[in-house]
Every structure is written in structure tokens, then in C-alpha cells.
């Protein structure tokens, strides 16, 4: 069942199980609330039982791309397109978001972004990888993030 996420009253529903629930929910919320401002998107997300192929979609680019598996659960997923780009996110019980940026055009920008709930620590399988930035956001408190391009089609 989907839930619409509701970023003016931020809520755990989903991501209860998380160490991180309401750091998660506040990051989760703060990607509605940029969609909704930018592209006048609604986020609707899916428990990760009835959205495996968009979970097995962002792992395979994981992999193919970097080699890196993804130890947490997941435990959300969405998938959408907005002015010619196909976003895809996973919520992870660590704490962890996942985001593929895939522009439709083959000019366009693809990538893979990390954002990691504020309280949780960086995951072992990215630490030695990525240099995480941060960032501040009244939903989610901070938001470190990082990404890389991705080079091969999916």
C-alpha cells in the first residue's frame, strides 16, 4: 500500500523499525518537499515488500557501477518521472537514502546519491568511498550527502 508523504507534518509511518525513524521521516520529507516545490510532484512511496524491482533496480547499478552492496534493509521505495528524468529512491532501516538520478535523454545527467539521516553513521560498505557533505534542513536537521555519475546504461 502507498503512502503519500506529507512534508508540513512529518511522520514515521513506514520507518518505525529504523533506529533513526524520525531523522528518516525528516529526510524523506525533505525530498517531498523538494519535489513538490520544483516539479509540483506528489512523493508517494511503497514498503519495500511490494516495490522489490525498484530495490533490485537500484542495487544492480550499485554493484555494476561501484561494487557496492547495500547491507541495511530496505524498508521504502518510489519510482517516478518528472520533466524527462526517471528518479528512483530506496529507504533504508540504517538510516540511509538511496537516489538514482536518470535523465531519459541520452545527453543527460545520470547519478546515484547518498543521504544519510542525521544520528546514523556512515555505512562500512561507503565509508572508505565517499566524502560525505553536509547540509542543514528544518525537516531533517543534517543531511550529509554524497554521489557518483554513473557511466553505463540501465
Known sequence: MSY??????VSTE????????????????????YFANKYDHTFT????????ELIDYVSGILKQERD?????????????????????????RSGLSVNVLYTLADSGKRA?????AEGMDVPAELASRFKFA???SKLAGTIRGSYFVIKGTY
Open 112 to 116: 546515484v546519491g547518498f543521504k544519510l
Open 4 to 9: 503519500e508523504v506529507n512534508f508540513t507534518t
Open 45 to 52: 512511496v511503497e514498503p519495500a515488500g511490494e516495490a522489490q
Open 134 to 136: 553536509r547540509q542543514r
Open 68 to 92: 557496492i552492496v547495500i547491507e541495511s534493509e530496505p524498508l521504502e521505495a518510489t519510482e517516478f518521472t518528472v520533466d524527462g528524468i526517471r528518479w528512483t529512491y530506496v529507504f533504508y
Open 14 to 33: 513506514g520507518l518505525e523499525s529504523s533506529p533513526v525513524a524520525s531523522a528518516l521521516a525528516g529526510l524523506r520529507a525533505n525530498e517531498a518537499r
